[in-house]
């Protein structure tokens, strides 16, 4: 382990071999406590076309601004840029892990009495590969990985996906009929279990909640949430 973090409740500090990597900043309230959207009063947005049916609730770190988006500004954004240098090498992705453990620790202890993490798988076409080692790798299962290590939470494998398809500079309602068919059950213990699928970013809730429609449908699921890196918000 090179990274260690430590939660003070509006952000999470980090450390590299014990240096200052600079913060996360964590949700601030109010937000939607069903999709993380920022709100300005209230508890629940009224982005109801974008919240998910099968799925009760998709947590989220943070906020996920696009590269290009807080490069233009010079703002410091660690999250923004961890969630994006996590798809190009696997060691990127262990302070979000570790971020994320501390999150569900400490802000919404509930979920550490979940069965199971899932991590949104990829297809085998979408892997990526390490820059130095040149290792393929799909990012969540890295960040599922280093959740499990802070919160014991066993990890499962219950979802494969069936063919390429990329959700970016999608429109909602694309995002939703493309999700559609996107993965398959693979049988796995989660009969009256609760699950906790992982992601990097959630915009429209569809990849999400898809695959927890499986796992309700097919799997007989009890009770499916979401975790995120960075809530990313439709324009
Ligand atoms: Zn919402």
């Given amino acids: 382990m090179n990274w260690s973090v430590l939660y003070r409740g509006d952000r999470i500090e980090l450390y590299y071999k014990e240096k200052s990597r600079g913060s996360y ?23 109801t076309h974008t919240h998910p049916t099968f799925a009760k609730r998709i947590y989220a770190m943070g906020y996920y601004k696009p590269t290009n988006s807080y490069r233009r500004s010079g703002e410091a954004d660690v ?20 971020a994320i453990a501390e999150c569900i620790k400490n802000r919404y202890p509930e979920l550490l009495k979940f069965d199971f993490l ?10 990526h590969e390490d820059e130095d080692s040149g290792e393929p790798f799909n990012p969540t299962d890295i960040l599922a990985k280093w959740i499990n290590h802070g919160t014991g939470i066993p990890i499962i494998t219950p979802l494969e ?10 429109s909602l309602l694309e995002r939703k009929q493309k999700a559609r068919g996107l993965y398959q059950y693979v049988p796995s213990p989660v009969k009256d279990k ?17 695959c927890a429609k499986i796992l309700v449908r097919n799997g007989g699921a009890r009770k499916v949430c979401g975790f995120v890196c960075g809530k990313n918000d439709p324009d």
Avoid: F
Wanted: overall charge positive; hydrophobic content about 30%; aromatic content about 8%.
């Fill in 25 to 47: 900043k964590l949700l601030k309230k109010p937000y939607c406590d069903i999709c993380s959207s920022p709100l300005a009063n209230g508890s629940t947005c009224s982005w």
């Fill in 79 to 98: 999250l923004s840029q961890h969630i994006y240098y996590a798809k190009r090498n696997i060691w990127k992705g262990e302070p979000l892990g570790l």
């Fill in 118 to 127: 899932v991590a949104i798988p990829r297809y085998k076409t979408e892997y």
């Fill in 161 to 170: 996906k069936t063919r390429e398809q990329k959700m970016k500079e999608l």
């Fill in 194 to 210: 609760s699950i906790l699928l992982i992601d990097d970013v959630s915009t429209s809730s569809s990849t999400i909640d898809e």
